[in-house]
């Protein structure tokens, strides 16, 4: 059981546009920032989204982050048959058991 | 740009203890400015951190993993190396090392991966 609750799973069609919710906390998403990772098959995770709704270098702007109060969302537009992946949501939980926590990942499919 | 690669072997014996390296190039273990991570993720299953180490030697673990997890870091070798003890087939995952930024203060915490090992799968079985 994840401590971030994530869907299992999401769809839309090429071109569309999706987005993933991650919800928490108090004590995780709702006093810390929220990191967003995609996991293609087969390869290690790689960082979307840090800081809540800030893209690394080469990262382009069809993803997009959000945060509000103990939720976040990651938004991807422009779907691409590409795109189809498992994503991850990130952050720090400062309760009594602290440490780096996940949500149990979200496979998109584009359809 | 940085690049991590994992190294160890890939089966362990149940009760005995998992190893494994983490060589870190293309920048330095020792700039201070990242928390060197080990993360690992079940078949089939999420992501699940397992601990941090800096360069200067201090370690962060997770709570649940504490009483088995050694990180240790060689910065004239520029890697950091990961011990599980009593591992059990429960442990047996893909083993990532990672670049992690962390910064905190008495009112947030920011913590995210921002390069990734390509992984390294561990078996646990007899």
């Known amino acids: 059981q994840s401590v971030l609750t994530q869907p299992p799973s999401v769809s839309a069609a090429p071109g569309q546009k999706v987005t993933i919710s991650c919800s928490g906390s108090?004590?995780?998403?709702?006093?810390?920032?929220v990191s967003w990772y995609q996991q293609l098959p087969g390869t290690a995770p790689k960082l979307l989204i840090y800081?809540?709704?800030k893209r690394p270098s080469g990262i382009p702007d069809r993803f997009s982050g959000s945060k509000s109060g103990t939720s976040a969302t990651l938004g991807i537009t422009g779907l691409q048959t590409g795109d189809e992946a498992d994503y991850y949501c990130?952050?720090?939980?400062?309760?009594?058991?602290?440490?780096?926590?996940f949500g149990g990942g979200t496979k998109l499919t584009v359809l | 740009q940085v690049q991590l690669q994992e190294s160890g072997p890939g089966l362990v014996k149940p009760s005995q203890t998992l190893s494994l390296t983490c060589t870190v190039s293309?920048?330095?273990?020792?700039?201070?400015?990242?928390?060197w991570t080990w993360i690992r993720q079940p078949p089939g299953k999420g992501l699940e951190w397992i601990g941090y180490?800096?360069?200067?030697?201090?370690?962060y673990y997770n709570p649940s993993l504490k009483s088995r997890v050694i990180i240790s870091v060689d910065t004239s070798k520029i890697q950091f190396s990961l011990k599980l003890s009593s591992v059990t087939a429960a442990d047996t995952a893909v083993y990532y090392c990672?670049?992690?930024?962390?910064?905190?203060?008495?009112?947030?915490?920011?913590?995210?991966?921002?390069?990734w090992g390509q992984g390294t799968l561990v078996t646990v079985s007899s």
């Open positions: 800081d809540n709704n």
């Open positions: 990672a670049r992690g930024y962390y910064e905190s203060s008495g009112y947030y915490a920011k913590y995210y991966f921002d390069s």
């Open positions: 293309g920048g330095s273990i020792s700039s201070g400015d990242y928390y």
């Open positions: 990130g952050t720090w939980d400062s309760s009594l058991s602290a440490g780096a926590v």
């Open positions: 180490i800096y360069y200067s030697a201090s370690t």
């Open positions: 108090s004590s995780n998403i709702g006093n810390n920032y």
